[in-house]
């Protein structure tokens, strides 16, 4: 027979949202840097004469999928 507890009580507080935010909106700011870096390196990208401005090519749908390991923050040992 097994034992029988109560259900584990997690609450989430404010201070752990905007940590989660915070962290989020640095992984986002990441993924398009990355983004923009595997363009230049592609040589995709091509100088607005005009305005000196670097026009690029991407899409939101552009980016890569994260892995369900890489949404949790999971981390490979090394």
């Known amino acids: 027979m097994a ?7 997690i609450e989430l507080k404010a201070d752990d949202v905007e940590e ?14 990355q983004a923009m870096r595997e363009q230049n390196t592609d040589g995709k990208n091509a100088m607005d004469e005009s305005t000196g401005t670097a026009l690029l ?9 994260p892995t369900a390991a890489e949404r949790i923050g999971y981390r490979k040992p090394r």
């Open 3 to 9: 034992l029988r507890r109560p259900p584990t009580r």
């Open 20 to 33: 989660y935010d915070k962290i989020m909106k640095e992984r986002r700011l990441l993924a398009e840097q």
């Open 57 to 65: 090519g991407a899409s939101p749908s552009s980016f890569k999928k």
